[in-house]
C-alpha cells in the first residue's frame, strides 16, 4: 500500500514523532523511507548583502567585502549542509534499527517551495509531516510549511500532531464521495497491519435547507413567501429533505461498512445529524482515536479545488493524527477560468443495483430530472418507497405525478 514514504524533518518534536510513526509504518510495509530536509543558504547570501552598510568601516573595503562574501557564503552553505545531514542521522538511525530502507534528500531553497516541487516530482505513496515546526508558539494551530505543503500536493499525506502509535480505534469519515471510499480502503490497510478498530461516521445536514428556506421567506412577500413558509414546504423537508439524507448518508455507511468487510475486517457505523466538520470534531474529541482519515475533498468537490472546507477545518482543529487521502481529481485546473463543460461535480458512488429492484421508464426519469438539484436524491428515495408500499416494480410518470401531488406547492418541476 505504501512502498515508498517521505518524511520532512526540522529537528522540532514533531519531526521526531513524524520520524516514529514514519519508521513504524515503513516497517509494517516493507517500505523505503526517504528523509528530507531544506536549507536556506540564498537567503542568508541576501541578507548578508543587505547588512553589509552596517559593517564597520574597515570591512566595507571592496577587496574586504569580497572576501567576506567568499568566506560567509562557504560558512552558510557547508554549515546549514551539515545541519541538514546531522537532521537526518537521527532518522537514518531509526531506520536501521528498524531494518527499514532509507535515503537522504537535501535540498537548498524556500522550504514549503522545494518540498511541494519534490513531492510532485517523485512517486511517493505517502507523506508524513509534523503539524508545528520549530517556530512554534502558543496558540499556534498548524504551522505555515505544513499548511502550504498540505494544500499543494495530491499524495496521501499524514500530518503528526502528537506521538501516540497507531493503536486502538481509527475514525474514518465517509460522505458518499469517490476520495471517502478510497478513505476507507487506506483506513482498512492501516487496520490489518496495527490490528486497529475501524469505525466508519457519517453527518447529514438538513438544517442547512431550513435555514436557507426561512432566509427566503423573510425577504419573499405575498404568495412567494407564503410557499416557502406552508405546511406544503414543512412537509417537504420533514418528509422528504431530513428522512431523505438520512437515509442517503445511511446507504453511504452501508457501502463503506461491505467494503471494509471484503477486505476481510468488521467496523462499527456512527450517523450522526449537523455541520459535518463540526460533529466530526466533537466527536473525535470523545472517541480520542488514535487517527482520523479522510478524503482531500467531498462529495460537493470541482476540478481544481485544493482541499474540501470540512477537510480544512478537521486538519486544522482536530486533536488526533489526521490522513488525507488524495484526489483522484486534477489540482491543475482553476475553477474560476475553467469552461463551466470541463468543471465536474463529484458524484455518490452507486451502491450495487440488486435483482428485484425498481425500475424507471424513460417518462419517469424525464419528469424527475426536472427537480431542484439539491432535493432529487431525496424525492428519488420518496418516489420509490412510494412505488414500494403500492407494490410496483417499476416507476412510470403516473406514479412521479401522484407523488408530486402531494407536494404540488413546495415540489414544482413540472
Known sequence: MYKKIFIPVDNSKYSDYSSDLGVSIAEKFDS??????????????????????????????ENELKKQREFHNTLIGKGLRMISDSYLDSLEKKSKESKVPFKRNIMEGKNYIELVKDIKSKDYDLVIIGVLGLGEVNGNLIGSVCERVVRRINTDVLIVKNDKPLEGRVIVTVDGSEQSFRAVDMASGLAAKYDLEIELLSVFDPHYHRVAFDGIARVLSGEMGEVFKSEEQEKLHEDVIDKGLEKIYDGHLEIALNKVRDLGHDAETTLLEGKPYNEILKYARKARPSLLVLGRTGIHAINGLDIGSSTENILRYAKCNVLITKSGKSAEINPFYEKEENIKIEQPVNRTVKAGEIS???????????????????????????ARAKGSSEITREIVEKVKAKWADSMNYS
Open 32 to 61: 523505503e523511507l526517504i528523509g528530507g530536509h531544506v536549507y536556506a543558504a540564498s537567503l542568508h547570501h541576501k541578507r548578508f548583502r543587505e547588512m553589509e552598510s552596517g559593517l564597520p568601516e574597515k570591512y566595507r573595503e
Open 360 to 386: 424507471w421508464d424513460d417518462d419517469a426519469k424525464s419528469l424527475i430530472s426536472r427537480a431542484p438539484a439539491f432535493v432529487r436524491p431525496m424525492v428519488v428515495s420518496e418516489v420509490e418507497n412510494y
